[in-house]
């Protein structure tokens, strides 16, 4: 939108549009969201990687202490809240977490430090945010789902799984009841998920470009923009890792409970 003169609206609206291939198709891709999660993902393991290239039994380097601080952080709390047996679990937590996390700080960087130099590039539209495209909260949400169908089907097998969902709770001759309300249970779990995430990062995002348009309006609207801006950081300073985190203790808790038997 270079050398159009934006009104506050179109300036969020502009921030807010996803670059997209397929535009109106069932199939449309979302080409930031999906090149910035996968960006954060290599991010990840990238860090892990230094920090295991020079691992030491003894006295570790700072790097490599931070490291191992978060991820016995996770673990633990994977292995407090997972009452099951699987090795598979905090592997799981320890991707959700950190990878949302990376996705979440993006909010931190302002989006005209990202979508201008991307625009003098001939790029006309980035959403730097994933976590902020409710595409890809729901496809991580959708993962969760498909990883708790095969929890609960190694823990109790086609059959038992079948009889739990048509028997429980109500019992055998409240079949339908059953159906319906597990059908509903198992499909709410994902859909909240993803929107618990989303709305945070969308609705804090919003705010975001609020303040920006604030500090474009003169003077007094760029020191009350300097200073709402500052404190809105300072708020997302915990929301962003305490989303990651929520979103990764619902999804072990979800992995659980699909083993328990009811």
């Not at 969308?202 to 200073?227: D, M, P, R, T, Y």
Request: glycine fraction near 10%; proline fraction near 5%; include cysteine.
């Amino acid at each position: 939108m270079a050398g159009e003169a934006l009104t506050p609206t179109s300036y969020i609206q502009h921030h807010l549009h996803n670059l997209t291939v397929g535009h109106g198709s069932p199939w449309a891709l979302h080409l930031d969201t999906i090149a910035t999660s996968v960006l954060m993902g290599l991010v990840m393991v990238f860090a892990f990687w230094l920090a295991t290239r020079k691992a030491t039994a003894g006295v570790p380097g700072k790097w490599q202490a931070f490291v191992e601080i978060c991820l016995e952080f996770v673990d633990r709390q994977a292995k407090d809240t997972y009452h099951g047996t699987s090795k598979l679990v905090t592997p799981i937590a320890i991707t959700i977490f950190f990878w949302i996390l990376l996705m979440n700080l993006i909010k931190m960087i302002p989006a005209d430090f990202i979508a201008m130099p991307l625009e003098a590039l001939g790029v006309p539209y980035w959403k730097p945010v994933p976590t902020a495209d409710v595409n890809a909260t729901l496809g991580m949400s959708i993962s969760v789902f498909f990883l708790m169908l095969f929890f609960s089907l190694r823990a109790k097998g086609i059959g038992g799984f079948t009889k739990e969902f048509l028997t429980a709770p109500f019992g055998k001759w409240m079949l339908p009841f059953n159906l319906i309300l597990n059908i509903v249970e198992w499909l709410s779990k994902p859909i909240s998920l993803a929107m618990r995430l989303f709305g945070n990062m969308f609705g804090g995002e919003i705010v975001f470009l609020l303040i920006w348009v604030l500090g474009g309006a003169g003077i007094a609207g760029a020191l009350a923009g300097g200073v709402f801006g500052f404190g809105w950081m300072l708020f997302h300073l915990l929301v962003i890792p305490l989303q990651a985190f929520i979103f990764m203790m619902l999804s072990i808790v979800y992995l659980s409970l699909s083993e328990d038997a009811h």
